[in-house]
């Protein structure tokens, strides 16, 4: 084939440096040059410094920080617990249910973040369940946006799950819920895991719909890093960035590792 020999394989590298480096590589590496700069007039910062990450590391940052490892944990354990329950369920159903199951799931995703930040809003600004103003109305709206993501992630997985093994358990009389408990969701522990990780990222990222609704005693990162740079904060901003970039990318590192085992149990 044509990619095995020398001269596409030069082909294909340096197609993936000229799109990868200015469109991903390109804007981080700037950000983290910023992150140790207090000024940059030419084309690299200038008087570097490591107070920036002092600042991004103690106080109203860390308690930023704090704020969004909370809401994105107590989100991705949500969207998980309902996006696998929705799977399992909707793996029973007849196949324009399932359909319908599915377009559910996935209409947050269809709309702008904002618009389903108002939803919330609007939804639990009253009695019975009147949660503005709290960190619980943060934590529903994370937990609608990644729910999509979870459930998607398992009814895939679930799509390829060899029905072998739980008629297996079910020939040796093996009730539904055993065979539920000890078959179908080892199987699923691979796609579940990285379902959580993708959701925890996503939620540690959420600006948008994090906008309307954040009590003042509850500031995610990504509002501070907004914040910060909005009001001409830039140096600061980026390493509060860094920092956020680091703690998701050290936890989803954590997540691969649970799920690498999982895969080879």
Not at 134 to 142: E, Q, Y
Not at 195 to 214: D, H, I, K, Q, V
Request: aromatic share 8%; net charge positive; proline share 6%.
């Amino acid at each position: 084939m044509l990619v095995h020999s020398r001269k596409a394989r030069w082909v294909l590298w340096a197609v993936f440096l000229v799109l990868f480096l200015p469109l991903f590589a390109l804007p981080l590496l700037v950000v983290l040059g910023a992150s140790f700069a207090t000024h940059w007039s030419g084309v690299l910062p200038s008087d570097l410094t490591t107070a920036n990450y002092r600042a991004a590391t103690r106080g109203e940052a860390l308690q930023a920080l704090t704020t969004s490892l909370l809401t994105a944990v107590a989100a991705s354990l949500l969207a998980l617990a309902v996006g696998t329950w929705a799977a399992l369920a909707g793996a029973a159903l007849k196949k324009r249910h399932r359909r319908l199951m599915d377009a559910l799931f996935v209409l947050p995703v269809a709309v702008p973040p904002v618009v389903v930040g108002l939803s919330v809003l609007v939804a639990f600004s009253q009695p019975p369940l009147l949660l503005n103003g709290t960190r619980w109305i943060v934590v529903t709206a994370h937990t609608v946006l990644v729910t999509a993501f979870a459930h998607q992630s398992v009814s895939a997985a679930l799509a390829r799950l060899d029905p072998a093994y739980e008629q297996a358990a079910a020939s040796l009389g093996a009730r539904p819920a055993h065979v539920l408990w000890r078959v179908r969701l080892p199987l699923l522990l691979p796609s579940l895991t990285g379902a959580a990780g993708l959701c925890f990222a996503l939620s540690m990222g959420e600006l948008s719909a994090t906008m309307m609704l954040y009590p003042p005693d509850w500031t995610p990162l990504p509002v501070l890093i907004h914040a910060a740079t909005d009001r001409g904060a830039l140096f600061t901003g980026s390493a509060v960035a860094v920092v956020l970039m680091a703690t998701t990318l050290l936890v989803l590192v954590a997540v691969s590792r649970v799920r690498s085992r999982a895969s080879y149990r």
